[in-house]
C-alpha cells in the first residue's frame, strides 16, 4: 500500500518560509492527484492545495493564493508545499493526501491515501 510521510513543519513569524515535503507519492499506484490539508485547532480540515499528475494542473485555495505553490517531481517521488508570507492563521496540522479518483480536489473524502501531518505554528 501506498505511505505517505509529512516533513518540514515548524514554528516561525509571521511572514517567514516553510517547505513541507511528503515522500511517497508516485505515479506507479496510479494516483490521479495529490494534495495538502490542514486543520487548525477547534476547526474543520480544509483544502489548502493540490496537483493532478497528468498535466500537472495546481489548485490553490482563495486564501493561500500568490503565498503557496505545490509541486512535485515523479523521480523524486516526492511532493512540496512551498509556504511563502505565512501569517499566523496559517496555523495548523498539514497533511498531504493522495487519490486515485479525484473529482473535487478539495473534498478530503476524495483521497484514498493520508499521512500523519506535519505541525506547522506561525506567530505574529
Known amino acids: 500500500q501506498l505511505q505517505l510521510v509529512e516533513s518540514g513543519g515548524g514554528s516561525v513569524q509571521a511572514g517567514g518560509s516553510l517547505r513541507l515535503s511528503c515522500a511517497g507519492a508516485?505515479?506507479?499506484?496510479?494516483?490521479?492527484?495529490l494534495g495538502w490539508f490542514r486543520q487548525a485547532p477547534g476547526k474543520e480540515r480544509e483544502a489548502v492545495a493540490s496537483?493532478?499528475?497528468?498535466?500537472?494542473?495546481?489548485y490553490y485555495a482563495d486564501s493561500v493564493k500568490g503565498r503557496f505553490a505545490v509541486s512535485q517531481v515523479y523521480a523524486a517521488r516526492t511532493t512540496w508545499l512551498q509556504m511563502n508570507s505565512l501569517k499566523p492563521e496559517d496555523t495548523g496540522m498539514y497533511y498531504c493526501?493522495?487519490?486515485?479518483?479525484?473529482?473535487?480536489?478539495?473534498?478530503?473524502?476524495?483521497?484514498?491515501?493520508w499521512g500523519q501531518g506535519t505541525q506547522v505554528t506561525v506567530s505574529s
Open positions: 493526501a493522495a487519490g486515485n479518483a479525484v473529482l473535487d480536489w478539495s473534498g478530503q473524502y476524495e483521497y484514498n491515501y
Open positions: 508516485k505515479y506507479t499506484d496510479d494516483i490521479y492527484c
Open positions: 496537483i493532478y499528475i497528468g498535466g500537472g494542473r495546481t
